[in-house]
């Protein structure tokens, strides 16, 4: 008999998306096959009575945490047997991870060469997800449990640690009525359709502005003209695609709450780019990039603008705003948001967007007089001293105070010109 005829040909591999569609390329937080049901909150302590092992027989103490296949580590804190931490790090806690436990592994960091392991222990999580009632302190004594001590197992030490949990439920609740206490600026309790425009920015959400005004009336189901965090919870939840509809990614709220614990702290996290996305590469985080054009050189090249200044920028140039920033409402809006977000940047926990910031600028840290890893807000690290000699102000008439991008006019009849994007524009023109 003839042969059976050939299959048909595989179709053609679909084209790679463009390097611009970051948001789509991100790996998802939580794959499709798992089910979530929360966050998983450790925060370290401190350390007592450690072995010893440098030549003075004291150590440089750091610890790594692991949850399943996820790993964080604290600093090292140098010369002591009894360090403090105060290192707070979360996982997200599904249907496959569950039944883990939480290792810590103890290890005393060393200049040259491998560093030398102190102890471990692990944590069983069944208590505090079982009945997730605030954080639930232990001591707990570290065991050799890789064999390299020989005995010395009650020298090892004990660490102080807390454990919390944050159900499904009370994160989604928790960020939406964050978010809506965010860019409720008056206190009303309620967000309108500029507030919302604003919320829709920073969330990066794919909704044009001519949807903005359609979606606004569909989320108001009492229609009293204003849209409360309950009704935008219940819209969110009415239907299986409108949260990636109105976030552009059904991971949103997961990475806000491996940044944040409470309500307060959604809108502070959703707007710092490295604490949101603290493994992805600068091209990775997703938003907002402008074409800045060097008038020297005369090339061009691409910027990301943070989170919060895109905001900002949407906020001024919205059609809602009428593009005046001089009206009460808009001003009061940007002064809220520059407030919040100095807040937050005074935050401790703002210090997990510096690593980042310093990759991304290209910072040249051998300058500053402090070691990164001791700054303990990013704002103390922003107004960071230099080391004497590191930048010499010479006898130039003008210095800049500031790493900045620079505008500089050759007379004072160039500087009277309106300058945009490195061309020159006179009243005639416009």
């Not at 710092?272 to 996305?277: Q, S, T």
């Not at 059609?319 to 409402?329: I, K």
Request: charged share 25%.
């Amino acid at each position: 008999p003839p042969p059976p005829p050939l299959p048909p040909p595989p179709p053609p591999m679909a084209p790679p998306p463009p390097p611009n569609q970051q948001q789509q390329q991100q790996r998802p937080v939580v794959s499709l096959v798992e089910v979530l049901l929360g966050v998983l909150r450790v925060r370290l302590l401190r350390g007592r009575a450690l072995l010893g092992l440098d030549l003075l027989g004291n150590s440089d103490p750091y610890v790594e945490v692991v949850y399943g296949t996820e790993k964080r580590r604290c600093s090292s804190v140098r010369n002591t047997r009894s360090p403090t931490w105060n290192f707070t790090c979360r996982f997200l806690v599904t249907s496959v991870t569950e039944k883990l436990p939480v290792a810590l592994h103890v290890f005393d960091w060393d200049r040259v060469g491998k560093d030398d392991y102190i102890g471990s222990v692990e944590i069983s999580t069944a208590n505090v997800l079982g009945s997730p009632m605030g954080a639930v302190p232990l001591t707990l004594g570290l065991d050799d449990l890789r064999g390299e001590h020989k005995g010395k197992h009650a020298q090892l030490g004990e660490v102080d640690v807390e454990l919390s949990f944050i159900p499904k439920k009370d994160m989604d609740i928790a960020f939406w009525k964050g978010l809506c206490q965010h860019f409720d600026t008056n206190g009303s309790g309620a967000i309108d359709l500029l507030e919302l425009s604003l919320m829709v920015a920073a969330l990066q959400s794919p909704i044009t502005k001519e949807e903005l005004s359609t979606l606004y009336s569909e989320i108001d189901q009492s229609k009293d003209g204003k849209v409360s965090w309950s009704e935008l919870k219940a819209w969110v939840e009415s239907a299986t695609g409108n949260l990636q509809r109105l976030t552009g990614s059904r991971d949103t709220i997961c990475r806000v709450f491996l940044a944040a614990d409470t309500a307060e702290e959604v809108g502070a996290a959703l707007l710092d780019d490295g604490r949101l996305h603290p493994k992805e590469s600068s091209a990775a985080i997703p938003g907002m990039t402008i074409m800045v054009r060097d008038r020297i050189t005369g090339k061009s090249f691409e910027e990301r603008i943070p989170s919060s200044i895109m905001v900002a920028m949407r906020l001024i140039y919205s059609p809602w705003s009428v593009r005046v920033a001089d009206t009460q409402q808009v001003k009061r809006l940007l002064a809220h948001l520059t407030e919040s977000q100095g807040r937050h940047y005074n935050d401790p926990r703002s210090k997990a967007s510096i690593p980042e910031f310093v990759k991304y600028h290209k910072l040249n840290m051998a300058e500053s007089l402090e070691p990164v890893e001791t700054f303990v807000t990013f704002n103390e690290f922003f107004y960071r001293k230099l080391k004497p000699g590191a930048r010499i102000i010479d006898e130039s008439p003008v210095v800049s105070a500031a790493d900045c991008r620079l505008s500089a006019f050759a007379t004072i009849t160039d500087a009277t010109k309106i300058w945009i994007k490195g061309k020159d524009f006179t009243v005639s023109k416009l």
